[in-house]
């Protein structure tokens, strides 16, 4: 059972652009969410995270958006530019512990 | 400041074997935590070392070990390897718990 769900496996976006990932979860006891980017043959590097207590954070072109009725969060990027390009994952943890569960990624592609 | 290093890279084992991947943590960071990624899928929390103790372990069998050690590297131990244990294995590295994740490029296994 996915506890954390990102249905759209790619992304294109016009440079420029807003860019708006999707996430989903399924369990109420998450407090803690994070986006993570991945370029191909690295490890995922940090974007921006959200507790359970905001409904929004944002970091410079980054802003998560987090939905707790919904049980829903995105990221949106604005403007897109080139260097986006790349999977994003979405991670969330439970009672501020050590375990994240994260989602199957989104590859967003930036057209220019 | 030095970053998560993994080794190594890329590495062919065949069904039974026995396998060790290393991981040197960030300076200053003394948790780290094991993922796998398999083809397509977010990482799956495997364990957690904090201060050379396990300190929180996913869904894997036994045959799935760790250490970390007094300078807070790591090993990852895996035994009787079968073919679905080929994977994209990450370590990470936070200085709290649960602290941002800086992880490593990964060691990629193909089990033959």
């Known amino acids: 059972d996915q506890q954390v769900k990102q249905n759209s496996p790619s992304l294109s976006v016009q440079e420029g652009r807003i860019s708006i990932l999707n996430c989903d979860y399924t369990?109420?006891?998450?407090?803690?969410f994070l986006w993570y980017k991945k370029y191909p043959a690295e490890g995922p590097t940090f974007l921006i995270s959200?507790?359970?207590i905001k409904d929004k954070n944002e970091d410079g072109r980054f802003t998560v958006f987090l939905n707790k009725s919904a049980k829903h969060l995105s990221l949106h990027i604005v403007p897109s530019q080139p260097g986006d390009s790349a999977v994003y994952f979405c991670?969330?943890?439970?009672?501020?512990?050590?375990?994240?569960?994260w989602g199957a990624g989104t590859k967003l592609i930036i057209k220019p | 400041e030095t970053g998560v290093t993994q080794s190594p890279t890329h590495l062919i084992k065949t069904r039974g074997q026995q396998v060790t991947l290393r991981c040197s943590s960030q300076?200053?960071?003394?948790?780290v935590s094991w993922y796998q990624q398999a083809l397509g899928q977010g990482p799956q929390f495997i364990f957690q070392?904090?201060?050379?103790?396990?300190?929180g372990r996913g869904n894997f069998p036994p045959r799935f070990s760790g250490l970390q050690f007094p300078n807070y590297s790591s090993e990852l131990n895996v035994n009787a390897l079968e073919l679905d244990d080929s994977a994209l294995y990450l370590c990470?590295?936070?200085?709290?718990?649960?602290?941002?994740?800086?992880f490593g490029e990964g060691s990629r296994l193909t089990v033959l």
């Open positions: 990470a590295s936070s200085f709290s718990v649960p602290g941002e994740l800086f």
């Open positions: 300076s200053g960071h003394n948790t």
């Open positions: 070392y904090y201060r050379e103790e396990e300190n």
């Open positions: 369990n109420s006891m998450f407090d803690y």
């Open positions: 959200i507790s359970s």
């Open positions: 991670a969330a943890s439970a009672d501020s512990n050590y375990q994240l569960i």
